[in-house]
């Protein structure tokens, strides 16, 4: 067993930031995969059998991984000198650390120059015709250019808007004027507030990411990488679902339901993809990665020339030099119009994060999929419903892939919960310590150990004092959407109101936070700088003009609010308009809201409360 007594903060924040760029996806271990893809990196990959031989030595309760506690067993020992540097996994961990590092406050900090230049390269080819930042690029790919660029928020705002569009009011971003006149600190600041709160908004983990570290990006490069990544991610995995390409229900494979291709996240289906190009081109070779799979190009070669027989030959396979295939994959993606932005070297290295990145470009270019026919289309049954489902769903699994979670991302709240193991661990994140983890099945392998999770989930609701008549285990199960929707949003509620109190202790000391305390403070606040709006409730429709939430966000901060561009919000256009700006402006202040603009034009009180909650929380 580890001590972590013997190390100190600063080591176990280093070893933790080192075990998570071994972690390539965040899941909280490191599988062979991974381990695959870091041993390609670093030239030291022999085979399989060798990653086998390198988990098994670190893994100590045989989950075929290798979680934190262990990684930090091998860490004391190799501190002891009880484990040779030199051999085995712990010449990983010694060889991993040569990946460039910068020094930082807390201490030695890695991340790989390749996705730094990659995505240098990404962001000037999406923003080369954007006037707004015209003053930052062409970013250089050599060097921390990016972590420069980023420093005044607007390369970060423009961007994350091209990754999910309409994230951010562009409005809102304070802009370099026609005078060349650089931004004050405090536009800086409102600009990276704005990156920060938009970007949980749509899922991006910010954890241990402030306006500070993206204003001094050249200090903090590791952390503008994993940011960076998160945005390149979305904007090229976004559209890869159902609804906006039904043809991959042709992926369903014997004995699947639709509902097992829906609750497959974007990279599995990606897999899922190539590797029906694979069987259908009649070739042996299956990709289970994006790693030491692809990294010979064979695989690609097959791909392309599946897709575009006519425009894409597999002569790239006549080359023994695996870079010299590289290249050629790279020229015959370009055929078809693939914008990449990787180098053969990052193929042939097996980058995990870039070869999914152009796994996923040659997927939305072409995807090489027949269309389904009426009848077909039926059997999926897909409708004009928004692509990730309800806005509340939207809302609410965004809100919990924002929290941080190890091990944890919602791709649909209905799948994703069904076992119980997401919920309890959000449960036990907004009130630590209330999991018994010796009551929680880990290994959900059956309907009764679902139906036991989820069972569980439901007396920690009532622990917490939900309302949760008539909600069992088994709707939880079942994926019934009105009661999981219902129980996620107490969970929710809970935590923003849990939050706001802690916050607000000065005001509020002790005492729970409730409904009426927060209307009471928002029109007290409105009220004392003069202002003539207020609200009766979180359900008083004269909230759909955003004119209510205008004069707070004023209340807090004067600065904020630009009022050349509110109107008085008569038509639905300009109430759409406003709330859209009200929402960007909040998220200036570096508040962290789910919503959308319409649920202020439609008065959604449930969203309304969170929006009034979260200006609040910022609130001086």
């Known amino acids: 067993m580890s001590n972590i007594a013997n190390f100190t903060e600063a080591e176990l924040k280093e070893y933790r930031e080192h075990f998570d760029h071994l972690d390539i996806d965040g899941n909280g271990t490191i599988s062979e995969e991974e381990l695959t893809t870091i041993l390609t990196q670093l030239k ?47 010449a990983v961990v010694h060889e991993s650390k040569k990946l460039i590092k910068v020094k930082g406050a807390s201490g030695l900090h890695s991340f790989a120059q390749e996705e730094l230049s990659a995505f240098a390269n990404h962001l000037n080819a999406c923003l080369a015709n954007d006037d707004d930042v015209k003053h930052l690029v062409p970013i250089d790919p050599n060097g921390l250019d990016l972590c420069d660029k980023v420093g005044d928020g607007i390369l970060l705002a423009k961007f994350i808007n091209l990754a999910v569009n309409d994230t951010i009011d562009v409005r809102a971003i304070n802009r370099i004027k026609s005078n060349g006149a650089k931004l004050s600190l405090f536009q800086v600041n409102e600009n990276q507030n704005l990156v920060i709160s938009a970007a949980k908004s749509i899922g991006v983990k910010t954890v241990n990411l402030g306006a500070t570290e993206l204003i001094q990006g050249q200090k903090h490069p590791h952390l503008v990488l994993g940011l960076v990544w998160q945005l390149v991610r979305l904007q090229l995995l976004g559209a890869i679902n159902l609804n906006n390409h039904p043809e991959l229900y042709r992926l369903l494979e014997d004995g699947e339901e639709l509902a097992d291709l829906l609750r497959l996240p974007p990279e599995q289906l990606l897999l899922r993809w190539f590797n029906y190009h694979l069987a259908a081109a009649n070739h042996p070779r299956r990709v289970n990665n994006f790693g030491g799979d692809v990294a010979d190009s064979e695989c690609y070669t097959v791909l392309l020339n599946q897709i575009a027989p006519a425009t894409c030959d597999r002569s790239a396979l006549d080359h023994n030099d695996l870079l010299k295939r590289a290249e050629q994959v790279l020229a015959n993606a370009a055929k078809l119009g693939v914008s990449s932005f990787i180098k053969p070297s990052d193929i042939q290295k097996g980058n995990r994060r870039l070869n999914l990145a152009f796994t996923a470009a040659i997927f939305n270019q072409c995807p090489g999929l027949d269309p389904l026919n009426e009848e077909e289309m039926e059997k999926v049954g897909l409708d004009d419903e928004d692509s990730e489902g309800t806005r509340e769903e939207r809302a609410f699994r965004m809100w919990m892939n924002s929290l941080g979670v190890a091990d944890l991302y919602i791709n649909n709240l209905f799948e994703d919960c069904k076992d119980g193991l997401a919920l309890l661990k959000v449960i036990d994140h907004v009130e630590p310590g209330i999991v018994a983890w010796n009551k929680v099945e880990r290994k959900v392998n059956n309907k009764f150990k679902r139906v036991s999770n989820c069972n569980y989930v439901v007396v920690l609701g009532k622990q917490l004092r939900f309302s949760l008549v008539g909600i069992g285990g088994v709707d939880i199960v079942d994926g019934n959407k009105k009661l999981v929707l219902a129980l996620v949003w107490q969970l929710m509620r809970y935590h923003t109101l849990k939050f706001l109190a802690e916050v607000q202790r000065k005001r509020f000391g002790d005492k729970p936070v409730t409904d009426a305390m927060i209307i009471q403070w928002a029109n007290d606040q409105v009220k004392a700088k003069g202002r003539s709006t207020s609200m009766s409730s979180f359900k008083d429709p004269s909230l759909a003009t955003s004119l209510f939430f205008m004069d707070l966000l004023y209340a807090v901060e004067p600065r904020i609010i630009d009022w050349d561009l509110v109107t008085a919000g008569e038509t639905e256009e300009d109430r759409m308009l406003n709330a859209r700006y009200a929402i960007s402006v909040a998220r200036k202040l570096g508040a962290t809201i789910f919503l959308l603009p319409e649920d202020i034009t439609e008065v959604k009180p449930k969203m309304i409360l969170t929006l009034v909650a979260s200006i609040m929380a910022v609130a001086p």
């Not at 290798?66 to 004391?76: A, M, R, S």
């Open 44 to 90: 030291m990959f022999q085979s399989n059998a060798q990653v086998k031989a390198l988990i098994k030595e670190v893994d100590q309760n045989h989950s075929g991984t290798v979680d934190f506690h262990e990684f930090l067993v091998l860490l004391q020992k190799i501190k002891s000198g009880e484990t040779d540097v030199g051999k085995g996994f712990a």
